[in-house]
């Protein structure tokens, strides 16, 4: 049913829930995997070297959190791909959906966000508004 999933992760508890059930779909439809990381935007005003310093900054935190969602999804039968975007998160993953030509979006229902009782955060609600193909939420 499903061919492109892609997974959506930010280091958070819920994240590492959706590439468990991101997982088990690849599994049981050969789906291949596209796992995708978005890092802020780094004000310009910061100038150089700074900027710089805080891209590779979050390139690295990217890298490591990319690193651990690996470990978490193991082997699959289809192809394994990782993409780190800079800008709001809910846009680099809707872009890259169209893009990629994705046809399941997988992600949790709350990430790193400090807001206690919210049920559902302000990225997975975005997606779920303007996906062009189904959402997994995870919870
Ligand atoms: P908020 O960010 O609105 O304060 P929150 O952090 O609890 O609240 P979201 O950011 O919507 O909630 O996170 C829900 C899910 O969205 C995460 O589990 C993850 O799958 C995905 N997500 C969140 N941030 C990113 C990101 N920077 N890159 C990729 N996926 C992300
Ligand atoms: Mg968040």
Redesign the pocket.
Same mark, same amino acid.
């Given at each position: 049913m499903f061919e492109n999933i892609l997974l959506?992760?930010?280091g958070?508890d819920?994240?590492v829930k959706?590439a468990r059930a991101a997982t088990e779909l690849a599994q049981l439809t050969k789906a291949h995997l596209r796992i995708?990381?978005?890092?802020d935007p780094i004000p310009a005003y910061l100038g150089e070297p700074n900027l710089q310093a805080a891209v590779d900054a979050r390139m690295r935190e990217a890298d490591a959190i990319l690193e651990r969602t690996l470990k978490v999804v193991g082997e699959i039968p289809g192809e394994i791909h990782t993409e780190i975007l800079e800008g709001p998160?809910a846009d680099a993953?809707l872009r890259v959906a169209e893009t990629r030509g994705n046809d399941l979006i997988v992600? !949790? +229902?709350?990430?790193?966000?400090q807001?206690a009782g919210?049920l559902l !955060? +302000?990225?997975?609600q975005k997606v779920v508004t303007h996906a062009p193909c189904p959402v997994l939420i995870v919870r």
């Open positions: 959506a992760v930010d958070s819920g994240a959706a995708v990381i978005a890092f998160a993953i992600m !949790g +229902s709350r990430g790193l966000g807001l919210l !955060g +302000s990225q997975s």
